[in-house]
């Protein structure tokens, strides 16, 4: 693509399900993508995507001046720092797009300083659904003359992004829109739930809360899998989500703040890993919800044959 030469290479380290959205969006919008992933499969599917896929994360630091972190854990980004680190490059900026606790981050970003690069604290809001079409926020923090120079780059995965001023602040954000995403999540399985026992199709409960006063983005996004009582095509996993509640949890309590909403959602998440719900959608809550219920509901011809093919 002629167009994405005229505007440089942008490094993308995990190619998860967030990671590979950011670029194929980058590659949409004429940007030179150069990534990495520790599998084998999300390396062979970038690849297809367009991004130029190289041996490790120290080879992408020593082709692109902006890297963007989309990483799994802390270790992940430590070994992620080291490489970047490693490769001895000139000043490189980077984004770290992942939800960490903040020790974790600014052990990152005092690293990354002290050899020189530039490191930014950009979380962003949004699933992975929201990720493949580019409907994201970023809540970007750090230094601010970084943050204006990037926005056509940010533009490329995202919708909007929001500079919050020092470093920290944006995971400060994320703690508190995911707070939010927890209890909506959950209590629109509680709806969807309650819905069903008293006899309604789950269809209609999706199409008429959608259209009031109860609706809620994350309904938008979560009540159709719950229709469809399928939740294999994860935009974010059960197993990764438990990291983030527990970040959001341990910050809340060092605060001092009372969360008594997120806290009565942590059973439920919990209940949804120990189901075997792990590699599923978070909207698997309502599964959870259902069986505490005793709701049995009818499979559809649809079900019962993608069931056939599995």
């Known amino acids: ?49 367009g991004v ?76 992975g659904a ?43 954000m994320k703690y508190v829109a995911n707070l939010l995403v927890a209890i909506h999540n959950v209590a629109s399985a509680e709806a969807m739930v309650l819905g069903m026992k008293a006899g309604l199709d789950p269809q209609t409960v999706r199409d008429l809360v959608s259209a009031g006063a109860g609706n809620s983005r994350v309904f938008e996004l979560r009540a159709p899998m719950m229709v469809a009582n399928r939740y294999d095509e994860a935009t974010m996993k059960v ?8 970040v959001i949890g341990e910050y809340a309590a060092k605060a001092g703040c009372p969360t008594p909403l997120f806290s009565a959602t942590l059973p439920i998440y919990a209940a949804a890993m120990s189901n075997g719900h792990g590699p599923h959608d978070t909207a698997a809550v309502c599964a959870v919800l259902e069986g505490m219920a005793g709701v049995k509901r009818k499979r559809s011809a649809s079900r019962r044959s993608a069931s056939r093919r599995r």
């Open 1 to 49: 693509m002629k167009a994405g030469r005229t505007k440089g290479a942008v490094g993308v380290i995990g190619l998860g399900i967030m990671g590979s959205a950011y670029a194929r969006n980058l590659i949409a919008a004429g940007w030179r993508v150069v990534g990495y992933d520790t599998h084998p499969a999300r390396r062979k599917e970038a690849t297809r995507a």
């Open 52 to 127: 130029k896929v190289v041996e490790n994360a120290k080879a992408v630091a020593g082709e692109a001046e902006t890297l963007i972190t989309s990483l799994p854990n802390p270790h992940a980004l430590d070994v992620t720092v080291d490489a970047i680190v490693a490769a001895g490059a000139p000043r490189r900026i980077v984004i770290e797009a992942g939800t960490f606790a903040l020790e974790d981050k600014k052990r990152a970003a005092e690293r990354l300083e002290a050899a020189g690069h530039t490191a930014l604290d950009c979380p962003v809001s949004g699933t």
């Open 130 to 172: 929201q990720a493949r079409v580019g409907d994201l926020v970023i809540y970007a923090s750090g230094d601010s003359k970084t943050i204006a120079k990037l926005r056509p780059l940010f533009a490329g995965f995202s919708r909007a992004v929001y500079d919050l001023g020092p470093y920290g602040n944006g995971s400060r």
């Open 239 to 246: 197993s990764t989500w438990q990291k983030d509640m527990a």
